[in-house]
């Protein structure tokens, strides 16, 4: 066989197909600029590693045992688990397509042959039996890597699925530990607002004793039973926000409702700070999940354009064939019996309306909106950060101007007590100066609540203990 025709029929096509049509692709965002601006923030700030189980920085066994069952078994999570299962068997059965297709068939057919037909008698005119057993090969070649492009679209895509499920444990974990330490805060309202009740109601009874012996009028005595009331209020609504706090942690945990009656006060330790790990600048794309899952969807994306570039180029398909022909079966697999073959094809459409040209843009104008995708996350990624170690900054100093109040409202209350003591006035002042301390301890209270959201807003700006490449 002369192989010159077949080569030039080859060059042909080639150059008939391969006029690929330009397109504008988008460029991912370049990261020199937001290091510059996350290292002028960070050097004020306590850098270690964060670890992947930060919630265990709060020393709660509690709190390490609902994040525990939570992460294995909450529902939210199961069915990303599910699809990352998916995505994996994806991309098994694309890279089974590269290997030959081998197929097996058999058949027995029983047929009378036509008396005026092709064949002469004796065939002609007969009832026979045929037998046609056959095993046939199937290759097709990937020159311009039109299915290692769909092989590689598809790794991304169950990449971007396992840093989802990364990014939907860290979630999910920020949510239960954020509800726990406002639950935490809350139970420490509660003991502080039954002290203020009992404060309260010290006063109150020194009020009506004084107003019994003509020493006050009616309307002192209805204010202080009015303060009571308040604090009374206040601390049946803290009891409801408390239960209504074990709901949600039950309800983000995937318990059921009686769930609830088994949980038992927080023993948090305030100690906690998020650490800043030390190669932040370098390294913040690999410890965010969220951006691991629009980087790897943008490299989906860009195998998608190679692979409907491919198509205007032409494929060429290797096939074969060993079967036997028999009617009789005893000499099926005899020699002469045998119909091997093998065959080449050469395909290329080369009109089709503007079918490949349209698939091309589509997945174009697809990466380019994942470019787009990728590069505000890296922008909202660094944002957050940046503006979390500014406000967490900023906070320490609010938080520093309440203590320095707090110690002043002590000061008050001491003295208030020792001239209560030296005889030198009654209780009322010192149980007044002793109120105003506690409701600074309510307010500190609530400072720690938002300083605490603060942290694990911080903690889930940085990742969460992240690393790519890591993720289960």
């Keep these: 066989m002369n192989p010159i025709p077949l080569l030039g029929l080859v060059a042909a ?34 850098q270690a590693s964060l670890w992947e189980e930060w919630w265990r920085g709060y020393g709660d066994p509690q709190l390490n045992t609902i994040m525990t069952d939570a992460l294995e078994h909450a529902p939210s999570l199961k069915s990303i688990q599910a699809r990352y299962a998916q995505a994996e068997s ?35 005119g007969s009832a026979n039996t045929l037998y046609h057993p056959s095993l ?24 971007a699925q396992r840093a989802y499920l990364s990014a939907a444990r860290l979630t999910l974990s920020n949510a239960i530990c954020e509800t726990y330490l406002a639950w935490h805060y809350d139970e420490e309202k509660r ?23 003509g020493l006050r009028n009616g309307t002192d005595v ?23 706090r074990k709901k949600s942690l039950c309800v983000l945990a995937g318990f059921l409702p009686s769930h609830a009656s088994e949980l038992t006060v927080p023993r948090v330790s305030g100690a906690f700070r998020a650490p800043i790990p030390k190669e932040i ?36 398909v290797l096939s074969g064939n060993l079967g036997f022909t028999s009617f009789q079966r005893s000499s099926l697999f005899e020699y002469a019996s045998a119909t091997p073959g093998i065959g080449i094809a050469l395909s290329l ?27 505000e996350a890296v922008i909202n990624a660094a944002n957050e950060v940046v503006g979390l170690l500014k406000q967490s900054g900023e906070f320490e100093e609010q938080i520093r101007f309440h203590r320095e109040e707090l110690v002043s409202r002590g000061m008050n209350e001491r003295a208030a007590r020792k001239k209560h003591l030296l005889g030198l006035s009654d209780k009322l002042p010192y149980l007044a100066r002793k109120s ?20 694990i807003a911080l903690i889930r700006s940085l990742g969460g203990g992240y690393r790519e490449g890591k993720e289960e």
């Design 13 to 46: 096509l080639v150059l008939l197909g391969g006029c690929v049509p330009k397109t504008d692709t988008a460029v991912p965002l370049s990261l020199m600029q937001i290091n510059t601006d996350l290292e002028k923030e960070i050097a004020s700030f306590d």
């Design 90 to 124: 994806l991309i098994r059965s694309t890279e089974s397509r590269n290997l030959p297709n081998v197929s097996a068939d058999a058949g027995v057919l029983r047929e009378r042959f036509s008396e005026n037909h092709i064949f002469p008698a004796p065939l002609g």
């Design 136 to 159: 046939g090969l199937r290759y097709d070649f990937d020159f311009w890597n039109a299915r290692a492009s769909r092989i590689n679209a598809a790794k991304n895509g169950a990449y």
């Design 191 to 213: 003991r502080v607002l039954d002290a203020l009740e009992q404060s309260a109601l010290e006063e109150l009874s020194i009020v009506r004793r004084q107003y019994a012996l």
């Design 222 to 244: 209805r204010e202080s039973e009015q303060k009571h009331a308040r604090i009374q209020q206040r601390i049946a609504a803290q009891g409801v926000l408390i239960e209504g």
């Design 281 to 316: 600048v370098l390294n913040l794309l690999s410890r965010r999940p969220d951006i691991a899952v629009a980087k790897y969807t943008l490299l989906s994306k860009g195998y998608g354009i190679e692979h409907a570039k491919a198509q205007f180029y032409p494929n060429i």
């Design 349 to 375: 459409p080369l009109f089709d309306g503007g079918e490949r040209e349209a698939n091309l843009q589509n997945a174009t104008s697809d990466y380019n909106a994942s470019v787009y995708d990728y590069n």
């Design 436 to 455: 105003e301390v506690l409701e600074g301890e309510l307010n500190a209270l609530e400072l720690a609540t938002y300083q605490s959201s603060l942290q």
